[in-house]
């Protein structure tokens, strides 16, 4: 049977989008679900949980759904935006991080630690999908965060870009997220990054412990903003304000990027992790 939907499509775009991909279905001769969910070469489980607003339909799903229900160009367009519209309502902000994202958003300087992964101001999408996918996101739903961080990326070209100084730990340009063509665009991508005015990039070789090496942060600073540390967290990123936290934060930023190779010593080994990654392919 049908899943019973508890969610209401006048205020869950999610199930607004699934009404409406059920009526295509059944205006297309699928009465029920079992014969269309042959169709399509998927379970009728997932079909049902699309239709009743407890998942999103991924690109292809989606694409094979229009197709076999013969969708028109009208039906393609709205269902199309609906789909975007959900997407972004699913990315939403959490509370807690809504004081960093509004810091980073009007900062003049971002401090960037980064010793386990690419930070996700630097991030490719099929990177961004990866990370969140493994955090536990359905694939719709880390497509729609991954979306939403690509936007975030703006304010590095800008008119009037934000300045970032992001230090790396080398384990970072070697650590597998996703598969070896996401790591070759990724680091492409870093490279690109740090040859732009605003960027200045350094890794931290690999060697011996110090203190601040397990634990990545950020710290956003700007006439417009309080100083704004985040703390990156596995289950929930902390925010800070505190002066105090930000003077010594910022103490052992500088003391980590000390440990830094210089910016082109540090293109040159993202160019050899890059060689490495290509060569997998």
């Known amino acids: 049977m049908p899943r019973p939907?508890?969610?209401?499509?006048?205020?869950?775009?999610?199930?607004?989008l699934g009404e409406e991909l059920r009526r295509l279905r059944v205006q297309a001769g699928y009465a029920t679900q079992d014969?269309?969910?042959?169709?399509?070469?998927?379970?009728?489980?997932q079909v049902s949980k699309i239709e009743t607003g407890y998942e999103l339909p991924s690109e292809s799903l989606f694409d094979r759904w229009l197709d076999q229900c013969q969708a028109t160009e009208q039906d393609r367009y709205y269902l199309g935006r609906s789909l975007r519209q959900a997407r972004r309502a699913r990315a939403a902000t959490p509370a807690f991080a809504k004081p960093w994202r509004e810091a980073e958003g009007k900062a003049e300087y971002l401090l960037?630690?980064?010793?386990?992964?690419?930070?996700?101001?630097?991030?490719?999408?099929?990177?961004?999908?990866?990370?969140?996918?493994?955090?536990?996101?359905?694939?719709?739903?880390?497509m729609a965060k991954a979306d939403d961080r690509l936007e975030r990326q703006s304010i590095l070209s800008s008119d009037a870009p934000v300045h970032v100084t992001v230090v790396l730990h080398e384990s970072v340009l070697d650590r597998e997220v996703g598969s070896p063509e996401t790591m070759r665009q990724q680091l492409e991508q870093l490279l690109a990054s740090s040859q732009?005015?605003?960027?200045?990039?350094?890794?931290?070789?690999?060697?011996?412990?110090?203190?601040?090496?397990?634990a990545p942060f950020e710290i956003a600073t700007g006439d417009a903003i309080p100083d704004t540390l985040v703390m990156v967290a596995t289950?929930?990123?902390?925010?800070?304000?505190?002066?105090?936290?930000?003077?010594?934060?910022?103490?052992?930023?500088?003391?980590?990027?000390?440990?830094?190779l210089n910016a082109e010593d540090s293109r040159t080994l993202i160019r050899e992790a890059l060689h490495r990654w290509s060569q997998q392919q």
């Open 35 to 45: 014969p269309f969910a042959k169709a399509l070469g998927y379970g009728r489980e």
């Open 5 to 16: 939907n508890h969610r209401d499509p006048e205020s869950d775009l999610s199930a607004a």
């Open 196 to 214: 732009l005015p605003n960027v200045i990039m350094q890794v931290v070789k690999r060697g011996r412990y110090f203190f601040g090496l397990e």
């Open 112 to 142: 960037l630690w980064s010793p386990v992964l690419v930070p996700g101001l630097l991030q490719v999408r099929e990177y961004a999908i990866a990370v969140f996918v493994e955090a536990g996101f359905s694939e719709d739903e880390a």
């Open 235 to 260: 289950v929930e990123d902390q925010n800070s304000q505190d002066k105090a936290l930000l003077r010594e934060s910022t103490k052992l930023f500088r003391q980590i990027q000390s440990r830094a």
